[in-house]
């Protein structure tokens, strides 16, 4: 899942933007159920940035 994300960051442009969002997400809500909703987003948001 996460390293799908990284993935999709990788090969975005703002690539340091993008990582620090997804840490501070994955920090903010690591022990919550819903962190795979945040990292998705992030996922989701990258692969437009490509578009």
Do not use: C, R, W
């Not at 999709?8 to 501070?24: C, K, M």
Request: net charge negative; glycine share 2%; hydrophobic share 55%.
């Amino acid at each position: 899942m996460v390293q799908a994300i990284l993935v999709h960051t990788l090969q975005a442009d703002n690539v340091y933007q993008l990582a620090t969002q997804l840490h501070i997400i994955i920090s903010a809500v690591s022990h919550e159920p819903y962190v795979d909703v945040a990292a998705n987003a992030v996922g989701l948001f990258a692969h437009k940035q490509l578009e």
